[in-house]
């Protein structure tokens, strides 16, 4: 199983960007999380199969998460980029929801990670 991210980079505050990850097979949840050094990772977006999707408060609004199931690829479109944004975001999936959903708070359930993409917001 792999998950390959792709799309990070630097940009200024308020910029955009598009982040993508490709697995290689299918999953039933997917998700986008973020670590910075030191600091506990955290949840950022989930979306599943049926189409139900998880937020972290901080981006509720800015980023959106999709998928293409034919693909096996995930996505998010992040706008109004701020320093806080700056981390490297992961990739995630799994096997199975959880009770039909993924909360971005339950991150340590993800099965399988990717390597991560870095984002940097100056």
């Known amino acids: 199983v792999q998950l390959v991210e792709s799309g990070g980079g630097s940009v200024q505050v308020g910029g955009s960007l598009r982040l993508s990850c490709e697995a290689s097979v299918s999953f039933v949840c997917m998700g986008w999380f973020r670590q910075v050094l030191g600091k506990e990772r955290e949840g950022v977006a989930t979306?599943?199969?049926?189409?139900?999707?998880d937020y972290l408060d901080s981006v509720n609004g800015r980023f959106i998460i999709s998928k293409d199931d034919a693909k096996r690829s995930l996505y998010l479109e992040m706008t109004g980029l701020k320093p806080e944004d700056t981390a490297t975001y992961l990739c995630?999936?799994?096997?199975?929801?959880?009770?039909?959903?993924?909360?971005?708070?339950?991150?340590?359930?993800?099965?399988?990670w990717g390597q991560g993409t870095q984002v940097t917001v100056s």
């Open positions: 979306i599943c199969r049926n189409g139900r999707t």
């Open positions: 995630a999936a799994r096997r199975q929801g959880l009770g039909g959903t993924w909360p971005v708070r339950r991150w340590t359930e993800g099965m399988y």
